[in-house]
Each structure stands twice: as structure tokens, then as C-alpha cells.
């Protein structure tokens, strides 16, 4: 049957449409696409949507739902995350989207986030052993996924995102004191809810991850197909970041690879890796582990469940 996923976040909208068995296996893409809307713009300074922000959502929404006709499209998932979790205005953005896709958007929990996540980005390790830890940096929050080949086995989801950060410490405190306490102190809830020292892999997902593989490949374009898959090690990601937060905006605005809607939250994005390599290095025993970029992720766990439930 053919189905679309819609991943609401903090920073981005995005559609997958595709065709899939009942039972979410052997999902195959009919089309990708992505539009940033800012919809969490202040919601961690205020608790609630701007009224602009909503606008911009509600203007991708009509435009996804009349690609899902276009396509044909016999069932529909919209799962809304981080930003719809702290907003206290939530309801005005369920009516009308409802209104819109004719389908009730699902607000969901930190840690069903992290199990979609699981579910799109594993495919990447298909058929490897060890366990894996799946990272999906959003706008709002991080969420922790471990695993195997039967499925996760633990989950955490941590209130730090790339838009998050940004809004709080601004562009020339990404570094300061304050910031780097808050991404330690908030990492260290990790401690006892996920157990990263037997991980082989970490599967890294979204556009801040997929944005810092681009630089570390040295990619004058963004080539989807170069990125999923490519494995890094930590020193590699380490030079990405360091790279990315000497850029000036115009620099980061000129690079071939980078979304429009990233250049202001990138650097963010940047320290929070740089410090999620850290943990990873202490919290394990500085066990050898690859960084594998996968360009699956939520949006592919999110179209494999609507086909389950239709």
C-alpha cells in the first residue's frame, strides 16, 4: 500500500511518501521531501508556538497534503515531537492541522521518538552484529536509542537540540560555561538509563549529523547517496565540528551542502556532537566505536507504522 510519514519537529517538516508491505517491511521511497519552519522558534523561552512559526507549518502542511493526493497516498502518520511537547498552545496547532490533512497529528513521547528512530536508522547496520546506539539530534532534543538485531533494548530522550541551544545560549555563548555544563549535566542522565559501553556503532541521524558528514567528506554538494552509510571515526567528526564552528555565516551560508534553514543552528549542533563524542569516550571506557551517517531515520519508522495500523 502506499503511505506517508510526516516528522514534525523543532526545526523541520518533512514528508516521506512510499510503498510498503502491511506489516512496514521493505518500505520503498516514492518521494522525499523537506521544508524548515521553525515551529519551536521560542517555544524554550516562552512555552508556546509564535503565531508566526505556525503559519509556516500550516503553509507546509497544505502543501504535503496536497502532494499525498497527488500520490495517491491510503493512509497517513503526522507525529509532531519535541517543540509540540513543551508547547502550551498545542491545540491550536492539532485543530488545524487536522483540519488541513484530515488526520489528528500525534504528539508523541521522547521515547516512542526513539523508537522510530531505531526502526528507520538501523536498516543502515543491516545484517552486521553488535550493539548499536542511535543518535537523533533534532531541534529540541536528542533522542538515545540502543540495540540489536532484534530491536532496542533501552531509550533515553534529552532536552538539548540544535534550535534549543541556539535560542538559550546564543551564537557567541555556544561555548561558553554555562553551555557546556548544560550539555554535560544533561548527557549525564544517559548514566544508568542507556549502557553505551559494549556499543560497536553509533548510528547518527538527522540534518545536524548528516550536515557535519558532508563537511567531513569534504562534499562540495549534499549527495544523499555519499553520506548513508559513510563511516567516520571520532577524530574525523571532531575535525567537522572544529571546521564548522570556525566558520563565519557567510562561509557556512556559501558551503554547497548546507539547508538555508541550518546555517543559523548548526554550530550549535556542532558543540552538542562534540560533547555527545565526549560522553561516549568516558561512559564507555574509550571503547572503539565506527560513526555510521544514515539518512534513515524517524520519517521512515513514522510511514512503516502507518502501514501497520491502517
Not at 509540540?84 to 496547532?93: C, P, V
Amino acid at each position: 500500500m502506499r503511505v506517508a510519514g510526516i516528522d514534525c519537529g523543532t526545526n523541520s517538516i518533512r514528508l516521506l511518501i512510499a510503498d510498503v508491505e502491511a506489516d512496514g517491511s521493505e518500505l520503498r521511497d516514492v518521494l522525499r521531501t523537506m521544508r524548515v519552519v521553525r515551529l519551536g522558534q521560542g517555544v524554550d523561552a516562552t512555552g508556546a508556538f509564535a503565531p508566526e512559526a505556525l503559519e509556516r507549518t500550516f503553509a507546509a502542511v497544505k502543501e504535503y497534503k496536497k502532494l499525498c493526493d497527488e500520490h495517491q497516498v491510503q493512509a497517513i502518520r503526522f507525529a509532531a515531537t519535541s517543540a509540540a511537547r513543551d508547547a502550551s498552545n498545542r491545540e491550536l496547532f492539532t485543530s488545524k492541522i487536522t483540519s488541513i490533512l484530515g488526520v489528528e497529528p500525534e504528539i508523541i513521547s521522547g521515547e516512542e521518538e526513539a523508537e522510530l528512530s531505531f526502526t528507520g536508522a538501523a536498516s543502515v547496520r543491516a545484517g552486521k552484529p553488535g550493539q548499536v546506539l542511535v543518535i537523533d539530534l533534532g531541534g529540541g532534543s536528542t533522542e538515545f536509542v540502543l540495540g540489536g538485531e532484534n530491536g532496542p533494548v533501552a531509550a533515553k530522550s534529552l532536552d538539548m537540540g540544535c534550535v534549543r541551544v541556539t535560542e538559550r545560549f546564543h551564537i557567541d555563548g555556544l561555548r561558553s560555561r554555562q553551555s557546556l555544563e548544560f550539555l554535560d549535566a544533561t548527557l549525564q542522565r544517559l548514566d544508568g538509563a542507556v549502557d553505551v559501553s559494549q556499543v560497536d556503532a553509533v548510528i547518527m541521524v538527522a540534518g545536524t549529523c548528516t550536515t557535519l558528514t558532508a563537511q567531513a567528506l569534504g562534499l562540495k554538494q549534499y549527495d544523499s547517496a555519499a553520506i548513508h552509510g559513510a563511516e567516520l571515526s571520532f577524530a574525523q567528526m571532531r575535525q567537522a565540528t572544529a571546521s564548522m564552528l570556525s566558520y563565519t555565516r557567510e562561509q557556512r551560508q556559501a558551503l554547497g551542502f548546507m539547508h538555508p534553514g541550518r546555517v543559523d543552528v548548526i554550530q550549535a549542533g556542532a558543540v552538542i556532537v562534540e560533547r555527545i563524542l565526549d560522553y561516549l569516550e568516558r561512559a564507555s571506557g574509550h571503547r572503539e566505536m565506527v560513526l555510521v551517517a544514515s539518512e534513515h531515520d524517524i520519517l521512515d519508522g513514522i510511514a512503516a507504522s502507518a502501514a501497520q495500523r491502517a
